[in-house]
């Protein structure tokens, strides 16, 4: 079979290799040139375990190549995927549709009338988007023959290729025969796999993504409102989940308190589904909520810091390890470090921080930080290291000498990586998230 994937980013550069793995003849275009250069060079241009591998095999086997334009690819596919950016447009939170109708207006010159191809959004974009896709593709090219199908992407950054190859479920939507064919063709060593395949409508496929997220999304959200209570009332959030995870009814997963989510995906799409939900009159007050919850504890995380640094970090260092969203990636959309940082710096904080592999792109983002080579180079003369984001490397650091570089050892673990009482046994004054103690 063969495909062509609109969009190299994280999730067309990976379903694309996927793909080509599976044995489908794959190009990924996009019109970013820098970005087609680097992969024609071998260069992977974000970071994703196993991906540089996964795309050098594929393309030795000549099943993955690249272009900047879908009028390079050769005609005659059986699928154009749309992999583009939906980010939250400026200024209302809806989804920001304007790459997903560019690249139907791409599909609209490209398609054929002797030639069945699936439109596939992979995007995860608003319910109704489909049906405006096919519309535009229809009045452009009136000839072509083609059907859109929905197949929302699951996989988690820093996990990308285990969760395409091995799934939960694939979900595909579509109201054409001949396009569902084609999709059970294309995930044909799924199915071998005995991996769980909802197929459904166009409106009820885009739906479950935004579901989805917007599910996760309220489970980290009421673990982090239990962690608060838990730090009044002197109770220990990771046993109240633990305790609560074990009910095969809630489940283990999406427990873990801390800063409040981040990312590429939740904080845009649950805002997208309020959006969506208030624009058709059926508003979901809790999701609702869960926005407005997250967005205070991001901004309520400096606060914290500045607590442990005896209230005031003006002209003080503080050591900042991890930036990316969460470990493994080099994500920085929505980092919660683009709500802590800055507000640390407007209390006067001198912020040096240090990030195994986001530096490149968090400079970007964060121009007034002192960008430092390791851990230990940045609690270099700090009055307080904080923890953001939960990279491995930041598991085992070494209290002795932690404390010998920092101006004050005080450590604000974030991500509750640490043991309290294995921190202060070491002489730092240590805080983290959702375990209190009760004193007397
Ligand atoms: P990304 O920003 O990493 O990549 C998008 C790419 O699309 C960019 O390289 C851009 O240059 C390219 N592009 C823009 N217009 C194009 C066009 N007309 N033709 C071809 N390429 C074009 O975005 P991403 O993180 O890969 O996300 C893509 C979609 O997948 C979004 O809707 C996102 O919500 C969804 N998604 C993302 C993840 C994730 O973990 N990142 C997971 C599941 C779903």
């Not at 980013?9 to 970005?35: H, I, M, N, R, W």
């Not at 694939?170 to 396009?179: C, D, L, M, P, Q």
């Not at 070491?426 to 375990?435: D, H, M």
Request: charged fraction near 25%; hydrophobic fraction near 45%; aromatic fraction near 8%.
């Amino acid at each position: 079979m063969k495909i062509v994937m609109l969009g190299a980013g994280y999730v067309g550069l990976v379903s694309g290799a996927c793909f080509a793995e599976f044995g489908v003849q794959v190009t990924c275009v996009d019109p970013d040139e820098g970005k087609i250069k680097r992969l024609h060079d071998g260069v992977i241009p974000i970071f994703e375990p196993g991906l540089d591998e996964l795309v050098a095999k594929n393309v030795a086997a000549e099943r993955l190549s690249f272009a900047t334009s879908l009028s390079k690819c050769a005609p005659k596919v059986d699928a154009v995927f749309i992999a583009v950016g939906t980010p939250t447009r400026r200024g209302d939170g809806h989804a920001d549709l304007t790459y997903v109708y560019q690249a139907a207006r791409d599909i609209a010159a490209y398609l054929t009338s002797d030639h069945f191809t699936v439109v596939v959004t992979k995007s995860t974009v608003p319910i109704g988007t489909g049906r405006e896709v096919e519309r535009i593709i229809r009045e452009a090219n009136p000839a072509a023959r083609f059907a859109v199908a929905s197949n929302p992407e699951f996989l988690r950054e820093g996990s990308a290729i285990g969760d395409f190859m091995r799934p939960d479920r694939v979900v595909f939507g579509t109201n054409s025969e001949e396009a569902a064919e084609v999709m059970k063709s294309l995930y044909r060593p799924l199915y071998l796999l005995e991996t769980p395949i909802v197929q459904t409508t166009l409106e009820s496929s885009e739906l479950t993504k935004y579901a989805g997220n917007a599910f996760l999304a309220t489970k980290i959200t009421f673990i982090n409102e239990m962690a608060d209570l838990c730090e009044k009332v002197g109770a220990n959030v990771q046993d109240v989940a633990r305790g609560i995870g074990l009910d095969g009814r809630i489940g283990k997963k999406f427990l873990h308190a801390g800063p409040g989510y981040g990312g590429s995906c939740f904080p845009k799409d649950t805002l997208a589904l309020v959006k969506t939900a208030q624009a058709v009159g059926a508003p979901v007050s809790l999701v609702e909520t869960v926005v407005a919850v997250n967005d205070k504890r991001k901004k309520a995380m400096a606060q914290r810091v500045i607590a442990a640094a005896g209230g005031d970090v003006k002209g003080k260092k503080v050591a900042v390890l991890g930036v990316s969203f969460k470990p493994n990636t080099d994500d920085m959309r929505d980092s919660v470090a683009l709500d802590v940082i800055p507000a640390l710096q407007k209390a006067g904080a001198v912020v040096q921080a240090f990030d195994p592999v986001a530096m490149k792109e968090a400079s970007k983002l964060l121009p007034e930080v002192h960008w430092m080579k390791d851990t230990y180079d940045a609690l270099q003369g700090a009055s307080v290291a904080v923890i953001l984001t939960e990279w491995n490397e930041f598991r085992s650091i070494d209290f002795d000498r932690a404390k010998q570089l920092m101006a004050v050892p005080v450590l604000v673990d974030l991500r509750n990586i640490y043991k309290p009482d294995e921190v202060e046994k070491q002489g730092f004054a240590y805080s983290s998230i959702g375990r209190g103690k009760i004193s007397g």
